[in-house]
């Protein structure tokens, strides 16, 4: 996917293609999680689905839950999608700056002619 050291640098167009690439897979990541989390809240915490979807976009932009958690099972799942969705913040971060970093990575091991 990525070019070694000892190849050329890609053109200005595969790069920006490459991040799109990371930056489409980073925003499904985040809407398969919006789901996941309106799914627990919505099945588990008895809220409608626009509770659900307030309380789950909350925890992932690392807010917290904003209705009260009514019962054990929420409240579990309220603790494990807050800490998956702190650890996703931290991977989409990698994700994204990963192209980034390489490319800069890159430049210093191309020859000097």
């Given amino acids: ?30 809407a398969l999680s919006l789901l996941i989390g309106m799914c627990g809240y919505h099945y588990l915490g008895k809220l409608s689905w626009i509770d659900a979807f307030v309380d789950a976009s909350m925890i992932l932009s690392g807010m917290g839950p904003v209705s009260p958690l009514i019962n054990n099972a929420v409240k579990l799942f309220a603790g494990f999608y807050a800490i998956y969705s702190g650890l996703l913040f931290i991977s989409l971060i990698a994700l994204i700056l990963i192209p980034i970093v390489h490319r800069i990575l890159h430049k210093f091991h191309i020859p000097d002619k």
């Fill in 1 to 30: 996917m990525y070019e070694h050291r000892k190849e050329p640098l890609v053109s200005n167009y595969e790069f920006y293609l490459r991040l799109f690439k990371h930056l489409c897979f980073a925003v499904f990541l985040i």
